[in-house]
């Protein structure tokens, strides 16, 4: 499983009013574990108000900088983003894990490819580890970024992206659409929607030259951009997604306070939601699993290796108290927020409110 | 990427059922995990029972060329569940001791009659836990079992959970390869009468393996964009194939 290792902030760089980038030195014997690959993110823990917080964000750097940079944009009531925008110095640590992420393809400095890239907003960062990557280590490719933005003022990377246009004249285009301010070109305004792309076909992009396409931005964007590749003759295999969103809210919710039922019977009272659908049933505190329960319950709890290696049969304790025999694969901070293995979870208290759908 | 909640701009449900995909664990909620881990885990449980079950035939293999092409499905089976696994190290499982958990060469009786659902705690497809009574069991299985999943497979490389589909594109091939070794084994066995009675006896387990044809699971799955073709659907595809090939080489 990926451990954290601490990594050194040097440099706090703002991009826009309300992004910043952050260069990060791993320590010596962890220089290895954060070799990357173009398009990675690091996910970043935090405990906020005894809360632990894991945010991941894409690296920009390319692969010749020689440096780990993220870059990482204010979001509203984003408890990460705020406090990295607002309050992170050179000279901090910050818990990381090593790079993840398949948002690339492998690259061959003998081919000469087409990549066509789309960014909406701080979806620019893995982006623009890609273009630079791709610019230097393949001489012969070409690179197209379509770039969405709300304004001018808000374009992270804006001067790097002109360089790099310079740097590599007739091999990196960057066509910035602005949504709420008007460009000379009206093909330039507005959001990235069916229409736009088919005009972005018909008059800039050849789709039957490209070999690759990379998407990174907000959800409705890349359904439209997808879709509008697939009908220009693009196949799945072509099309490399990067998706923004998180299943863990802005802040942890607090714990549910265990309930201080009193401990009579041998039996439990176990509710347990799974699919929307809430089903109640009782059953012996004899050491049986609540999944083995829900099981015997006839509810189709998920579940696969019984042997609290998988975490498939994860589950949030919202009510009572519960006891695992053992735990391979959930973490501490998901433990404290409430989260058990099913499978090797035996109730403590006469009540349990169990829900898989948290 | 950033995944900071709050950027999000439409429901992730909406999302799915729009055709978007998921790129990484953190941007899964979690019934959608709960589905895909299971997803994930029924296909590493397989492929680790098909590899220790091929082990055997490898012994049982009637010269060098059929030796290899035993060695390399046994091989190659364990290197997809490996791939896998590592998907599912991502969401915080323990590879290493994934693997120690089940008896992966364990099997029930010849016949045993067995629902189509998990047996026992691993979540192979029931169609693995019927032994292998010899080399030419083993090769009409392995080709039955190769176009089934050529279809089932082909449909989950089409999931929403894009990290799984790439990887499934890469295995279909050798899957696909593994089916045509089976073949050409088939075709210089012949349909002797034992052959005859190894179809006979694998068509209906592995037809079982699609799953009930009416099936809330496939409903839930299909809003998630985990699934995208029903149980019968594909069932019928890989019927009609087996057919196809089969008479091909003699069989009625």
Same mark, same amino acid.
């Given at each position: ?32 574990? $954060? ?12 405990? $906020? ?39 992170? *110095? ?41 273009? +630079? ?68 076909? *018909? ?27 697939? +009908? ?127 | 990427?950033?995944? &900071? ?10 999302? @799915? ?18 589905? @895909? ?10 492929e680790?029972?098909a ?22 499905i046994?091989?190659e089976k364990?290197?997809h ?31 045993? #009659? ?18 292998? #009574? ?8 392995n080709?039955?079992m190769g176009i089934a999943s050529q279809?089932a497979l082909g449909? @989950?490389a ?10 499934l594109?890469d295995i279909l091939p050798r899957e696909r390869r593994h089916m045509e070794l089976g ?25 079982? #393996? ?8 496939? &409903? ?25 090939? @089969? ?6």
């Amino acid at each position: 499983m990926p451990r954290f290792h601490p990594l050194t902030v040097t440099d706090v760089r703002p991009e826009t009013r309300d992004a910043v980038v952050v260069t990060l030195r791993p320590d010596p014997a962890d220089a290895d574990a $954060f070799g990357f690959t173009q398009g990675q993110y690091l996910t970043f823990r935090r405990d $906020f108000d005894g809360e632990e917080l894991r945010r991941s964000y894409s690296i920009c750097a390319g692969l010749d900088e020689g440096c780990l940079k993220v870059g990482i944009k204010r979001v509203d009531g984003g408890a990460f983003s705020t406090w990295a925008n607002e309050a992170l *110095r050179p000279g901090d640590v910050l818990q990381a894990m090593p790079p993840q992420g398949r948002f690339h393809t492998p690259l061959d400095p003998a081919r000469g490819r087409n990549y066509l890239g789309f960014a909406g907003g701080s979806g620019i960062t893995p982006l623009l580890s890609i273009v +630079k990557t791709v610019l230097t280590r393949e001489p012969k490719s070409t690179f197209t970024l379509v770039y969405a933005n709300r304004q001018l003022a808000s374009i992270m990377f804006r001067e790097e992206l002109e360089d790099l246009k310079n740097t590599h004249l007739g091999r990196f285009s960057v066509i910035h659409v602005l949504e709420s301010e008007a460009q000379e070109i009206d093909l330039f305004t507005g959001r990235v929607d069916a229409e736009k792309m088919e005009a972005l076909f *018909r008059l800039w992009i050849d789709a039957e030259s490209v070999d690759t396409a990379f998407i990174c931005g907000p959800e409705p964007m890349m359904l439209t951009i997808a879709e509008s590749l697939r +009908k220009h003759g693009l196949t799945d295999d072509q099309i490399k997604f990067e998706l923004f969103a998180s299943g863990q809210p802005g802040r942890a919710k607090r714990q549910a306070v265990a309930q201080d039922a009193a401990r009579t019977g041998n039996a439990c009272e176990v509710s347990v939601t799974l699919d929307g659908a809430t089903r109640s049933f009782r059953m012996p505190k004899d050491g049986t699993a609540v999944l083995d329960a829900a099981l015997e319950n006839h509810m189709d709890a998920p579940y696969s290796c019984k042997a609290g290696v998988c975490s498939t049969c994860r589950a949030k304790v919202l009510e009572g108290e519960v006891e695992m025999i053992t735990n391979h694969a959930l973490e501490d901070y998901e433990i404290r927020a409430g989260y058990v293995l099913s499978c090797q979870c035996v109730p403590l208290s006469d009540k349990l409110v169990l829900s898989y759908d948290d | 990427m950033t995944t &900071d909640a709050t950027e999000a701009t439409m429901p992730i449900a909406d999302y @799915l059922a729009q055709g978007g995909v998921l790129t990484a664990p953190g941007n899964v909620p979690p019934r959608y995990r709960a589905e @895909l881990l299971r997803t994930m885990s029924s296909f590493v449980d397989s492929e680790l029972a098909a590899s220790a079950g091929f082990a055997d035939a490898i012994n049982r293999a009637p010269g060098i060329k059929s030796r290899i092409a035993a060695s390399r499905i046994t091989l190659e089976k364990a290197d997809h569940a490996e791939r896998v696994l590592a998907l599912m190290e991502a969401f915080g499982t323990d590879a290493q001791r994934y693997e120690d958990a089940h008896d992966w060469a364990a099997r029930v009786d010849r016949d045993a #009659t067995l629902e189509a659902k998990r047996h026992g705690g691993d979540m192979r497809l029931s169609v693995f836990h019927y032994p292998l #009574t010899g080399f030419t069991d083993a090769v009409v299985m392995n080709v039955l079992m190769g176009i089934a999943s050529q279809h089932a497979l082909g449909e @989950l490389a089409r999931c929403s959970y894009q990290p799984l589909a790439e990887v499934l594109r890469d295995i279909l091939p050798r899957e696909r390869r593994h089916m045509e070794l089976g073949l050409e084994g088939l075709e210089r066995i012949g349909p002797t009468d034992e052959a005859r009675a190894s179809v006979a006896y694998w068509i209906p387990r592995v037809a079982e #393996t699609f799953g009930a044809a009416e099936s809330d699971r496939f &409903d839930r799955l299909r809003a998630m964009g985990l699934r995208h073709t029903d149980n019968e659907t594909l069932r019928r595809a890989w019927r009609a194939e087996a057919t196809e090939k @089969l008479s091909a080489l003699g069989f009625d």
